[in-house]
């Protein structure tokens, strides 16, 4: 028997090579379909691969699971047949995964054909790529960078790591200075620190609180929503009492009014709001009904880079009907990719005022800033 593989985007397309080729006496021995990767991974495209043969005088020795497969005569009046079959039979063995990655290709062609005209990546620019796509930044974002990078190297005819670096930093920077980035203003009296439990929101409190006492010489107050975890308390207590400052337990909005009372001598005061599931909206609820977010107030959302984007875009999503300044991200330190740090300030058009990157109270805190943050994103691994 003579066989031959043939590949095509159809079964129908496949048929009509083999009955060209081999004739109308071919048989399908096999087909599958085969998925090739291109743009870096960003598409996936599918082929079908035909193994068809017709007997010959020689005889051929076949692999044992090709064996077991009974051949079947290939005719004119059964090719269209055979075709509708075999397509929907090789639609059967596609895994669920795999048909949710096709049903995405046109979203993801579109997006690519929107924000870049060009098809092929110089080899140069292809391990900044790979790192941004380790960094988790988002598709938009590569994009940008991508087409930037080749237009240099048009112009050029050639690119070198540093060019590609500058060019990198460039687009961020572009992005990012349209941003309100940086610590406290020191403008607003009370410091309204938002997010979910697990976030190390206490902690962070602590930290800025404590660089206030001893860089800016304020004098500061805490007050706590968080009646839920006794150690909450306890923790802020013991942050409080190292700082010489006053606490304030708040279980209602009267419980808040005296609180803001008790303290009016005071420089900054910080509020150090319950730690609950925020996805559900109960408890966003329960949180506008004790604090005044007119008042003198800047309130930030504390959100930690461990989680998933998803996760930290449907806190932010519950949150949108707060007069939210910037963003705080936490544990810095105990992630490898920090694109979702970018991709979510970008996105909702927040700035940043710090992140934390350790335990150390008041050590492990950085005050944001743009170079600061684009030198961040380069840490360790891309060189």
């Given amino acids: 028997m003579k066989m031959k593989k043939y590949v095509a985007p159809s079964i129908s397309e496949a048929m009509k090579q083999i009955r060209t080729e081999l004739g109308d006496d071919a048989v399908i021995i096999n087909s599958k379909v085969v998925i090739t990767k291109k743009f870096f991974g960003l598409i996936k495209h599918k082929n079908f691969e035909v193994l068809a043969g017709v007997d010959s005088v020689e005889s051929v020795n076949l692999p044992s699971h090709l064996l077991d497969m009974q051949p079947r005569n290939v005719s004119n009046t059964q090719i269209d047949t055979i075709s509708e079959k075999e397509l929907q039979n090789t639609d059967l063995k596609l895994t669920t995964e795999l048909k ?8 993801i062609l ?6 870049t005209t ?16 380790r960094q988790e ?8 960078i991508s087409d930037e990078l080749f237009v240099y190297y048009k112009k050029a005819e050639n690119i070198n790591i540093d060019e590609i670096k500058s060019i990198t930093k460039d687009v961020l920077k572009k992005y990012l200075i ?10 607003k009296k009370y410091i309204n620190v938002l997010g979910p439990t697990g976030v190390g929101k206490t902690t962070t409190i602590a930290k800025i609180a404590a660089r206030s ?23 802020l207590k013991t942050y409080a009492n190292l ?6 337990i708040v279980y209602n909005a009267n419980d808040y009014k005296t609180a803001i009372e008790k303290m009016e001598n005071l420089d900054l005061v910080f509020i150090d709001t319950a730690g609950r599931n925020y996805k559900e909206a109960k408890y966003v609820d329960d949180l506008k009904k004790i604090i005044n977010f007119e008042d003198d107030v800047e309130s930030y959302l504390v959100l930690s880079l461990t989680s998933k984007e998803q996760d930290m875009e449907a806190i932010i999503q ?4 707060f007069p939210i300044e910037k963003f705080i991200f936490t544990k810095i330190d105990e992630t490898n990719s920090i694109g979702t740090m970018y991709n979510l300030m970008i996105k909702y058009n927040k700035g940043l005022a710090y992140y934390t990157n350790g335990q150390e109270v008041p050590e492990d805190i950085e005050e944001a800033n743009i170079d600061k943050l684009i030198e961040l994103f380069f840490q360790g691994e891309f060189q």
């Fill in 100 to 107: 949710s990655e096709i049903a995405d290709l046109k979203s």
């Fill in 110 to 115: 579109q997006s690519i054909q929107k924000q």
């Fill in 118 to 133: 060009h098809s092929d990546i110089p080899e140069e620019i292809l391990p900044m790529i790979a790192f941004l796509k």
């Fill in 137 to 144: 930044l988002n598709e938009e974002l590569i994009t940008a």
């Fill in 178 to 187: 349209q941003l309100p980035i940086g610590g406290l203003s020191f403008e």
């Fill in 213 to 235: 006492v001893l860089e800016k010489k304020k004098k500061i107050g805490f007050i706590t929503t968080d009646t839920y975890r006794i150690a909450a308390i306890e923790q």
């Fill in 243 to 248: 700082l010489h400052a006053p606490v304030e």
């Fill in 318 to 321: 519950q949150f949108h009907e």
